[in-house]
C-alpha cells in the first residue's frame, strides 16, 4: 500500500499551474504513463467516450490560442498540452453502431448480453437521465472524460509533473480549429477540455479549500 502522507503530498502538490518552466520536458515514459491513468479510468457502461490528442507542434498550439483565452501562457510553456475529446451523441446513444461494435469487439460481450445491456441503456439515456437531446448526451459522455482528467492530475502529482486543467476556450471556435487545423472529425467528436503538463515556473499561493464539515453530511 502506498504510504497515506505520500497520497496527501501529492494531492497538497497539485495545483492548477499557470506558468511552466519551458525548458523542462517530461519523459516520455513519465507522459505515457500519466495517460496509462486515463485509459484505465472507469466510465458509464465501460463505453470510454474519449479521445486525446497531444499537441507538441508549435504552429497547433499558436492556432489553440485563437480559442483558448485560459490557455495562452501555458500553451506558450508547458511541456505536453493535451486535449481531451468526446464521443457526440450519435456514437454515445444506446442503438448507435458505436456502441454496438464496442460491446462486440472491445467488451467481448455476447449478443445476447449486449443486446440486454443495449435495453439497459435505453432505459438509463431515455428513462432515468433524460438524455434526451444531442447536448445532454455530450454531457453526459463528457463527465466521464472528466474522471480521467482527474486522474491524469492526480498522477502526474504523484510524479512530481505540474499540470493545469482548463476550460477556458470557446467551444465553438476551438471545435472549428480542431476540425480545419487538426483534421478532427466534428462530426464524431467535441472538445471537452484541455490540459497542460509541465514543471512549474514559480511557487503556488497557499491552497484554499472549505472545511470537511462544510462539505460532508453523515445521516447515521
Ligand atoms: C474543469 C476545470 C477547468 C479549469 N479551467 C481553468 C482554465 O481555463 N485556466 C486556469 O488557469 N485554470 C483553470 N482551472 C483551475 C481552477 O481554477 C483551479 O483548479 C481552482 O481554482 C482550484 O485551485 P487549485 O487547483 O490550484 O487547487 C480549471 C479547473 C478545472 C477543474
Redesign the pocket.
Known amino acids: 500500500m502506498i504510504d497515506k502522507k505520500e497520497i496527501l503530498k501529492a494531492y497538497q502538490f497539485r495545483?492548477?499551474c499557470?506558468l511552466f518552466d519551458p525548458e523542462k520536458i517530461i519523459s516520455d515514459e513519465d507522459f505515457s504513463f500519466i495517460i496509462e491513468t486515463a485509459r484505465l479510468s472507469p466510465s458509464s457502461l465501460g463505453l470510454e467516450p474519449w479521445h486525446f490528442i497531444e499537441v507538441q507542434n508549435k504552429e497547433l498550439r499558436s492556432k489553440l490560442k485563437e480559442g483558448a483565452w485560459?490557455?495562452t501562457l501555458k500553451l506558450e510553456t508547458a511541456s505536453h498540452f493535451v486535449v481531451c475529446l468526446t464521443l457526440k451523441s450519435s456514437y454515445m446513444k444506446y442503438d448507435s453502431p458505436y456502441v454496438a461494435d464496442f460491446m462486440k469487439n472491445v467488451q467481448h460481450h455476447p449478443e445476447e448480453v449486449a443486446q440486454a445491456r443495449r435495453k439497459m441503456m435505453e432505459n438509463f439515456q431515455t428513462r432515468d437521465f433524460d438524455l434526451t437531446d444531442e447536448r445532454k448526451i455530450f454531457d453526459w459522455a463528457s463527465k466521464q472524460c472528466y474522471i480521467a482528467l482527474g486522474n491524469m492530475l492526480t498522477t502526474a502529482a504523484m510524479l512530481g509533473i505540474d499540470s493545469?486543467?482548463?476550460?477556458?476556450f470557446n467551444r465553438e471556435t476551438t471545435d472549428k480549429i480542431l476540425k480545419n487545423d487538426f483534421g478532427v472529425d466534428t462530426d464524431k467528436y467535441g472538445i471537452s477540455?484541455m490540459i497542460a503538463f509541465g514543471y512549474r515556473a514559480n511557487n503556488?499561493g497557499p491552497?484554499t479549500r472549505r472545511p470537511i464539515e462544510k462539505i460532508l453530511t453523515w445521516k447515521k
Do not use: F, M, V
Open positions: 495545483h492548477a499557470k485560459g490557455a493545469c486543467p482548463i476550460e477556458g477540455y503556488p491552497k
